[in-house]
């Protein structure tokens, strides 16, 4: 099993800031990696995958780099609709795996 | 636009069974692996299951292997999820996920249904 280690769990921020968020893998999986936003209540949005390549519609503010082992999701100007959870997952072998979330709060 | 509809959730005894269903459309379901990922109450997601767009192929999370069934049916466009021997932990919200990817699938999701909740009562 591949185990991912996002960080830091809780990030407090303010409209307009830039926010990084971490995920690291157990073991190296290329750019196989896919992130997701979930707001409270709702289903999870798909907004990365092979690592940084941006889903359609996803806004450009909205960014991500890495391979292997170390992954990092970057919000460039954070939004009103930002605040919400965010989860890697990696797709490089089974059984599919999503790290513990960072849920990005109003500071 | 695509849409997916989870039915079947509820409230069930330990030991007990659920059928969990998931109606797809607006897409060609049958180009497409599907998935079952769930969140337990305040925690994060778990993917529980996958099948491969012929069916032919089904992969299971660990914790379910062997108490949960994956199927298909392209003719209905529904995705299925049968549950036996349910455990307290079982508890969460399951949502119907569709893989991004057709010819070759991936196993990550673009699209997800809003979710049907099955309690586990102990």
């Known amino acids: 099993v591949i185990w991912m280690t996002q960080s830091p769990s809780l990030l407090s921020a303010s409209t307009g800031d830039r926010v990084t968020i971490s995920c690291r893998v157990s073991?190296?999986?290329?750019?196989?990696l896919a992130w997701y936003q979930q707001r409270p209540g709702k289903a999870p949005e798909l907004l990365i995958y092979?690592?940084?390549i941006l889903q359609s519609g996803v806004p450009s503010r909205f960014s991500g780099s890495g391979s292997g082992t170390d992954f990092t999701l970057t919000i460039s100007y954070l939004q009103s609709e930002d605040f919400a959870s965010y989860y890697c997952?990696?797709?490089?072998?089974?059984?599919?795996?999503f790290g513990q979330g960072t849920k990005v709060e109003v500071k | 636009e695509v849409q997916l509809l989870e039915s079947g959730g509820g409230l069930v005894q330990s030991g007990g069974s659920l059928r969990l269903s998931c109606a797809a459309s607006?897409?060609?379901?049958?180009?497409?692996?599907m998935n079952w990922v769930r969140q337990a109450p305040g925690k994060g997601l778990e993917w529980v299951s996958g099948?491969?767009?012929?069916?032919?192929?089904?992969y299971y999370a660990d914790s379910v292997k062997g108490r949960f069934t994956i199927s298909a049916d392209n003719s209905r466009n529904t995705l299925y999820l049968q549950m036996d021997r349910l455990r307290a932990e079982d508890t969460a919200v399951y949502y119907c996920?569709?893989?991004?990817?057709?010819?070759?699938?991936?196993?990550?999701?673009?699209?997800w249904g809003q979710g049907t909740l099955v309690t586990v009562s102990s």
């Open positions: 996920a569709k893989d991004h990817a057709t010819v070759v699938p991936s196993y990550y999701f673009d699209d």
């Open positions: 607006g897409f060609s379901f049958s180009s497409y692996a």
């Open positions: 099948i491969s767009v012929s069916g032919g192929t089904t």
């Open positions: 073991q190296g999986i290329s750019s196989y």
């Open positions: 092979a690592a940084s």
């Open positions: 997952q990696q797709y490089y072998n089974f059984p599919r795996t």
